[in-house]
Each structure stands twice: as C-alpha cells, then as structure tokens.
Nanobody, 125 residues
C-alpha cells in the first residue's frame, strides 16, 4: 500500500518563503511522477506544480511561475516545492500526489493514483 506524506507547511508573512516536502512510500523500485495541488476554502482543488518521474520536465500553474520551484530526489519518490514571494492568495491546503501508472497528464488531478492528507500553508498580509 502506497502512502504519500507531506511536510513543511506553516504560517508566513507575505513575501516570505516555505519549502514543502513529500515522499511516496511503499512502491520500492518504481518511479512516480509527482505533483502538488492546493485547495482554499470554498474553491476547487487546483494544480500548482508537477515533475516527471525522471525529473527532466516540470510544469507550473501560471499563478506560481517564477515564484515556486519543484524538484525531486534523484533516486526516491520524494519531491520538494520551494515557494518564494508568497502572497495571501497562496494560502491553502497543499496536497501532494503520486502517479505510478500512466502516461499521466500531470496538470490533471485524475491522473494521480495516490494522495497525501495535505499540509496547511497560511500567508498573512
């Protein structure tokens, strides 16, 4: 059974930075494409960033381009989301997801097989 575990959320003032981490456990030897989504109260879950299993291609939502950066460990299903220049509009629960079976369209939530429980990010003005 695969488990996806996020960490690194918290509270920060506008303009600050946070780094989220995520690992998908339980599928040794298999590489997964990994993605981050977020959901604020009263809104739909939205795509934030994703990276292919090889790490050679990353995708970003327009709203975070130039501010967020996704990277991955080169041998494990571990990804990081470096979030800089944070804005109050970035406040949400951030979810990590893993796609082992594909080929996935990484900007679409239905492409992912396993999800974490989420980590809260709060940006104050």
């Amino acid at each position: 059974q695969v488990q996806v575990v996020e960490s690194g959320g918290g509270s920060v003032q506008a303009g600050g930075s946070l780094r989220l981490s995520c690992t998908a456990f339980g599928q040794p030897g298999s590489r997964a494409a990994m993605g981050w989504f977020r959901q604020a109260p009263g809104t739909e879950r939205e795509f934030v960033a994703a990276i292919t299993w090889s790490g050679d291609t990353a995708y970003y939502a327009d709203s975070v381009k130039g501010r967020f950066s996704i990277s991955r460990h080169n041998t494990e299903n571990t990804v990081y989301l470096q979030m800089n220049s944070l804005k109050p509009g970035d406040s949400a629960v951030y979810y990590c997801a893993a796609a082992f079976y594909g080929p996935p369209s990484l900007q679409i939530a239905n492409s992912y097989d396993y999800w974490g429980r989420g980590t809260q990010v709060t940006v104050s003005s």
